[in-house]
């Protein structure tokens, strides 16, 4: 094995070394003066600002409730890979959760699938249809045959809850509100 010299490495460490002054000979009980000259204070007020949740954090999951009627919105986010149709594990554990509440709902069970305005409107709706889809099997399957019908629907772009746009810029806040999927049912 042979050895390369490298003297303009070593000539460059060398540099380094004899530039940092007497680190070896230094007292550490000593105040370090250039040290004392390069801390500077930092004023908070001018830097530090509250921010406010409710704006700042999109809901991954939401109920509403009025009268018997019960609406559980999920973020798609939460529930499939981007532009996919196939329920993760967190997604699939979520609906196991929820499945036991639907199991005395009066009439069908209604699951909407939604998406935001990204991309061509016809392939939204075939994707918000089949992620409806998806989770209307995953919820026929926990409820195993002892639960009422269940209804699955697609629609796209078409109903959003949030803008996809603000003042004619993007708004990714408003979009994620928009990819959902929401399970309708009524109480007994």
């Keep these: 094995m042979s050895r390369v010299r490298r003297p303009a490495v070593l000539a460059g460490a060398l ?23 390069s801390v500077l204070s ?18 991954l999951e939401e109920e509403e409730a009025g009268g018997r009627q019960v609406t559980v919105r999920i973020s798609a986010d939460v529930l ?14 979520r609906i196991a959760e929820l499945a036991p509440r639907l199991r005395d709902a009066r009439g069908a069970v ?8 990204i991309g061509d409107p016809a392939s939204n709706l075939t994707l918000s249809e089949q992620r409806a889809e998806a989770v209307k ?17 697609g629609y796209g772009e078409t109903k959003p809850v949030a803008p996809n ?22 109480r007994s």
């Design 15 to 37: 540099a380094l070394v004899l530039a940092v002054p007497a680190v070896a000979g230094a007292d550490p009980g000593a105040p370090d003066q250039n040290l004392a000259q």
């Design 42 to 59: 930092i004023e908070t007020d001018a830097s530090v600002r509250g921010i406010d949740l409710e704006q700042a954090v999109v809901p």
């Design 80 to 93: 499939f890979d981007f532009g996919k149709a196939t329920l993760t594990g967190a997604a699939r554990r």
């Design 110 to 117: 209604q699951v909407s699938g939604h998406s935001d305005s």
């Design 137 to 153: 099997a995953e919820l026929a399957g926990a409820l195993t045959g002892t639960g009422p019908r269940i209804e699955a629907r």
């Design 165 to 186: 746009e603000q003042g004619g810029k993007d708004d990714p806040a408003g979009r994620a509100k928009n990819r959902r999927v929401e399970i309708v049912y009524e």
